[in-house]
């Protein structure tokens, strides 16, 4: 009986060193219990640098004259809506004000 139990423990003995020097070798990582690890997530490549890669650079962004110009745009736009009176109300006239004054 006692060579039959030495056996089986040998043979568990074995097979652990076997499975730690394979985890070793390639780089895995051992879980004899079986217990719930974030390795596996944590093992995948990030894949943000990748998608940032796939958009070209704005340049418009950093050109700080194709901001001025943008700007400038804007502005004579905005006086242009005000002449035909279309602009933008006044501080304290416009629809919430309007609502306010008939209650």
Known sequence: MTTG???SILAKAVTSGVNEARARIFGHILNPTGQRSPHKLLRKKLIGDKV???YPHDIMKDDPLI?????QERL???EM???RGK???????GKQ???????
């Open 5 to 7: 139990g030495l056996k």
């Open 52 to 54: 940032a890669e796939w």
């Open 67 to 71: 901001m001025a110009r943008r700007e």
């Open 76 to 78: 004579s736009k905005l």
């Open 81 to 83: 809506l005000k002449r």
């Open 87 to 93: 602009g933008p109300p006044k501080k304290g006239q």
């Open 97 to 103: 004000a309007a609502k306010r004054k008939k209650n």
